[in-house]
């Protein structure tokens, strides 16, 4: 069976090292946090392996998963690669699982085989995501053989991968942002409205969920083309001018907000039965007033 170090057992760490091991994919070794006693901790959760200080101290292994904070991780690269230089075992394959990232900022560690593995899944509660982590998709790149191991080692784990060029990591990361960090801030945006209606909380929440839940099936069912429905997919431009009247005397944040995505709504219902003339009256009404 490969081996395994873990640098940063966190979150994510902690549960890939726990799913790899009950797997029998790899044998987990040495795993290095910023301190000795989280260290421990992660050694029991993923129930093999053992705590050490220093990157230095770590044994040899044929992988080496960098699972600190995004802003750590080119510190520890430079820590494993001179780890590497100084005792040569191969040549290993050393990763992260950065979003944003690129396999890139690992390159200090050649001939180490590089890549990025990006799980598209959120890792809040370990104990759940060693549940539900199957299913959910990886994003990889970086060197061949880096990513020939990383799919065979997803695979393992039940979980789709993906490929995906290093110099669009960026936007790869960006389009989950929208879909994911974005639609919580739509939920935000949402609530504050419901508020200004004199709507509480609670009962917006109770309202919103199933019409929510709803648009979400809707769209993974039928594309967002054939899901969007309302004022704006109907031209209705009286009902859009009055509640941007509404928006802009209560808060200039939602006003604004509700500009920018009515624009992305017409740029879309123009893709379905939406008529020029429709779209150019609300692009108008839409569009930010001149000074
Ligand atoms: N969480 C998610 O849902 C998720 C999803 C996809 C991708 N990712 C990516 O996965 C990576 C890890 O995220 P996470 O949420 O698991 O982070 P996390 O829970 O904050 O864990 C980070 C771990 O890194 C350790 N660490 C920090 N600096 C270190 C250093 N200099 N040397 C050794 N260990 C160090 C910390 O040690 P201590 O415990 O001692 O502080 C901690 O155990 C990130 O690149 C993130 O972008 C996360």
Not at 82 to 103: K, M, N, Q, T
């Amino acid at each position: 069976m490969p081996t395994l170090n873990i640098v940063g057992a966190g979150r994510l760490g902690k549960t890939l090292g726990r799913l790899w091991q009950q797997q029998g994919f790899f044998q987990v070794l040495s795993i290095c946090n910023r301190t000795e006693q989280s260290a421990r901790a992660a050694v029991k959760f993923i129930g093999a392996g053992s705590a050490c200080p220093s990157i230095e101290s770590m044994q040899d292994a044929d992988c080496w998963l960098i699972a600190s904070g995004d802003g750590q991780i080119v510190t520890i690269a430079e820590a494993i690669s001179a780890r590497l230089a100084a005792e040569p075992a191969g040549e290993p394959v050393v990763f992260h699982c950065s979003g944003a990232l690129s396999s890139e900022i690992l390159a200090g560690c050649r001939p180490a085989a590089i890549a990025s593995a990006h799980p598209v899944h959120s890792f809040a509660a370990p104990e759940d995501s060693l549940r539900t982590l199957p299913g959910s998709s990886v994003a990889l790149e970086g060197d061949k053989i880096a990513v020939d191991v990383l799919q065979r080692a997803f695979a393992a784990l039940r979980c789709e991968t993906l490929t995906i060029d290093a110099g669009n990591k960026s936007l790869y990361h960006a389009g989950s942002v929208f879909a994911c960090n974005y639609l919580t801030a739509l939920m935000d945006l949402s609530l504050r409205t419901f508020s200004a209606a004199g709507i509480d909380r609670q009962q917006a929440l109770e309202l919103l969920k199933p019409i929510v839940l709803q648009t979400a099936e809707n769209n993974m069912r039928l594309g967002p083309e054939k899901s969007l429905t309302g004022p704006i997919a109907r031209g209705d431009s009286d009902t859009v001018l009055a509640q941007l009247e509404a928006l802009q005397k209560t808060d200039a944040q939602l006003a604004q907000c509700y500009r920018h995505l009515g624009l992305a709504c017409v740029e879309l219902a123009r893709r379905g039965a939406l008529s020029s003339d429709a779209a150019a009256r609300l692009t108008g009404l839409l569009s930010e007033p001149s000074q």
